[in-house]
């Protein structure tokens, strides 16, 4: 674990350092900051737990782009500089790079959520809040943060160009949230299937309602952990090319 | 001790490496010495552990780099021709880190970087931010990378490669005071950069191994690799005959045939030790057969007739 906390530690750090990581954070906040005053609180009067449910769905959205964006450099840019091999010929296992590239940028991404969290803070003043249904909003959320970086990381090691990478990621993130119209002209099984693999209408849904399933922490557990083993075997095969 | 044996690499159907097979007594320099696309950047990849070889096996210490990877990593050191580097961190920073990822403890990297630095003439430099330093400085912190866990074997591939000539000077040094404490091996395509840093060269033709040995052995075997020109007037064919028969001289081909009392051009190669004297037999033995002789103009072992006279020896030996 020390070599996946070292591999964390350098990341932030450069997320820090370097102009991307406060760019993307500033501008999703103030996305996010705008969406939650134009369409959660509106004109009209609301209850708080739709106020909520509003927030919770434009930020699903604001997190998948988020993590899309931080994850394109992990991999792409340190084989674009020739960094890679200071990773490759050091005793870290390629499941441990992977991990703590992914970690560095889910961990990011959590500290943006953690920043929009005067929103719910405000409604909560204002209004009345059920703790439960903010936790598992933020519990979603930290959960599609999670699978969204792990297919950010995947698609970061497939290629040296950011560009690239951010692009594949986009497409796929993209995917992921209009499964449910493939759904619907596919035939059975394949339409269960689609419908499944949806990450919003089928998961995003009850977290945004306040409700936790557990069917639905498995899916993006197991997203992130399948993207994730795409990573580490991008990784190995390169060893072998 | 670094143990290779029938290392070979393909990259899809393409063969880099060849069944080479070597080794390295601890603290020797060895040089790997080739043309471009000889395979020299692919050798010292898979002994790095960055590549896996297609098949063979390298020991480090007796450890297999592909049966005990990690093992095997934590006691090399290799430095890339591009310096890998993150520019945004400070020296200190960027090796600590690198110290710590390799397997030292923080105490350990804390009480070693003051040596490393210094060894590398990066004392002054330490809190500089990587990306603002020279090319030179950046070489340097590579072979900083290179040494900060105090590996075993330590590769350096072209170390020298897009330095001015004082910083290959330095450069050289700083290679040189390497062996002893770590097994060294460098690539380069210099035969003279090899020569003066090296204890062991490695010549590589077409991803084959095509010699091994001291710089003395190799020129016991092949000779210097110089040769000279030389204009003669009269029967050429005589000429290179006479040539030929000299101890010394390992081959004289006509390279360009004369006119009409015009001298012919003989390129002779000389096998010796002592190009000197030999060319000076080789005229006198000349102009003693009643050849004319216009012009001499010696060249110094140049890396390609080298190979050339290598790749011939090794066709003949076959």
Request: with cysteine; charged share 20%; aromatic share 8%.
């Amino acid at each position: 674990m020390r070599a996946v906390a070292l591999i964390v530690g350098r990341e932030l750090g450069a997320y820090f350092r370097g102009w991307s990581g406060w760019i993307i954070a500033a501008g999703i906040l103030m996305l996010q900051g705008v969406l939650f005053n134009v369409f959660a609180l509106g004109d009209n009067e609301k209850l708080s737990s739709k106020v909520l449910q509003d927030f919770f769905y434009f930020s699903m959205g604001m997190t998948l782009v988020a993590s899309v964006l931080l994850s394109m450099r992990l991999i792409a840019e340190e084989r674009h500089d020739g960094t890679m091999v200071l990773l490759l010929t050091s005793p870290a296992t390629d499941w441990q790079i992977t991990l703590g590239k992914w970690m560095s940028a889910w961990i990011f991404v959590l500290l943006i959520l953690a920043a929009s969290f005067y929103m719910p803070l405000m409604v909560a003043v204002n209004g009345s809040v059920h703790p439960g249904h903010v936790f598992a909003g933020y519990l979603g959320l930290a959960l599609v943060g999670a699978a969204a970086t792990a297919l950010g990381t995947f698609t970061s090691s497939m290629t040296s160009s950011q560009v690239v990478s951010v692009v594949l990621g986009g497409i796929l993130a993209a995917l992921t949230c209009v499964m449910w119209l493939f759904s619907r002209v596919a035939s059975p099984p394949l339409d269960e299937l689609l419908a499944y693999l949806d990450f919003y209408y089928r998961h995003f849904q009850d977290f945004r309602e306040g409700t936790i399933h557990t069917r639905s922490v498995v899916f993006y557990s197991s997203v992130t952990f399948f993207f994730l083993l795409l990573t580490q075997k991008v990784l190995g095969a390169r060893r072998w090319r | 001790m670094i143990e290779v044996d029938g290392l070979t690499k393909y990259y899809g159907d393409i063969r880099a490496i060849s069944d080479l097979s070597f080794s390295i007594e601890r603290g020797q320099i060895a040089g790997f010495l080739g043309l471009n696309g000889a395979g020299k950047s692919t050798a010292l990849k898979v002994l790095a552990g960055f590549l896996l070889p297609t098949s063979g096996t390298v020991r480090v210490d007796g450890v297999d780099v592909v049966a005990a990877p990690d093992k095997v990593r934590r006691r090399i050191g290799y430095l890339p021709e591009e310096p890998p580097l993150y520019k945004e961190m400070t020296v200190s920073a960027f090796l600590t880190w690198l110290g710590k990822l390799r397997g030292m403890s923080g105490s350990e990297v804390v009480a070693r970087l003051p040596s490393v630095l210094e060894r590398t003439g990066l004392s002054q430099h330490g809190d500089r931010v990587i990306g603002t330093l020279s090319l030179g400085y950046r070489k340097r912190v590579g072979i900083a990378q290179a040494i900060i866990h105090d590996p075993t074997l330590v590769i350096l591939d072209e170390p020298v490669s897009g330095l001015d000539p004082l910083q290959r000077v330095e450069m050289r040094k700083l290679v040189r005071g390497l062996g002893g404490d770590h097994t060294v091996l460098i690539s380069s395509h210099n035969l003279l950069e090899v020569e003066e840093t090296c204890d062991l060269l490695l010549m590589l033709g077409d991803g084959q191994l095509v010699a091994q040995g001291s710089e003395d052995e190799i020129h016991a075997r092949i000779g210097t690799g110089a040769s000279f020109e030389i204009d003669v007037r009269g029967d050429v064919t005589a000429a290179v005959t006479a040539l030929t028969a000299l101890p010394g001289i390992a081959e004289a081909k006509v390279t360009r045939a004369g006119g009409e009392g015009a001298p012919s051009e003989v390129t002779v190669h000389l096998a010796g030790d002592d190009p000197a004297t030999e060319i000076e037999s080789a005229v006198s033995a000349l102009v003693g057969g009643g050849f004319g002789v216009s012009r001499v103009e010696t060249a110094t072992g140049e890396l390609e007739d080298l190979f050339l006279k290598l790749a011939g020896t090794q066709e003949g030996e076959a």
